[in-house]
């Protein structure tokens, strides 16, 4: 089973809403990734947590952590029309190995 | 400085054929890693390489899959023969310390016929 599961699927909003999506986990981590794609093209990362962090911030962006509960959340504040895409967490389980496993992903819709 | 670099894009093939995929890494990444994505599995990590070494190939679906990477700045995924469920879009990744940040390449989207 999937080690990443994300919430929901799929979210649409209008430009200037905040979109908030969720990802849970069943292993310990050793940090947690966010990555954005948009249609036909590759993933990009957007913002890396570490297990020992609680909160992040990138510009709109703003991961958290609870690393008790197994979950992590990000939010975009002040969505615009460019961010639709979809958007997957990805954990990495040691720092060693390089590996992560990716959830399946939200796909989100932000309406002009 | 150029990404990580793909080809082809698109592969369209005949069931029984060979197809080779290829990835050149960003240059001075130590990690490579092969991901095969379908609407149905999701994102699935194949393979990937820690120095041109693979180390982890549990991914890989059977053995008509093979991937090589003969020196820092190539990389491989092979499939004979190919069959239609393996079509998909293959993305080829690459970092520079293990957990870090993966840098993805654009894709090749296979269709096997």
């Known amino acids: 089973s999937q080690q990443g599961e994300e919430d929901p699927q799929a979210l649409s909003i209008q430009e200037g809403e905040n979109a908030t999506m969720n990802c849970s986990y069943k292993t310990s981590i050793n940090n947690l990734q966010w990555y954005r794609q948009n249609s036909g093209r590759g993933l990009v990362h957007l913002i890396l947590i570490r297990s020992n962090e609680r909160e992040k911030h990138s510009g709109r962006l703003r991961v958290t952590l609870d690393t008790s509960k197994k979950s992590s959340s990000l939010l975009i504040t002040a969505s615009r029309a460019a961010d639709t895409a979809s958007y997957f967490c990805?954990?990495?389980?040691?720092?060693?190995?390089?590996?992560?496993?990716f959830g399946q992903g939200t796909t989100l819709q932000v309406k002009p | 400085d150029a990404g990580v670099i793909q080809s082809p894009r698109h592969e369209v093939t005949e069931m029984g054929q060979e197809v080779t995929l290829r990835c050149k890494p960003i240059s001075g990444h130590n990690s490579l890693f092969w991901y095969r994505q379908t609407m149905m599995r999701g994102l699935e990590l194949l393979i990937y390489f820690n120095n041109n070494v693979p180390i982890d190939d549990s991914g890989m679906p059977e053995d008509r899959f093979s991937a090589k990477m003969p020196n820092a700045s190539f990389s491989t995924l092979k499939i004979q023969p190919s069959e239609p469920r393996d079509s998909a879009v293959y993305f080829c990744?690459?970092?520079?310390?293990?957990?870090?940040?993966?840098?993805f390449g654009p894709g090749t989207r296979l269709t096997v016929l």
């Open positions: 990744a690459s970092s520079l310390r293990g957990a870090d940040t993966q840098y």
């Open positions: 990805a954990t990495a389980l040691s720092s060693n190995t390089g590996k992560l496993i």
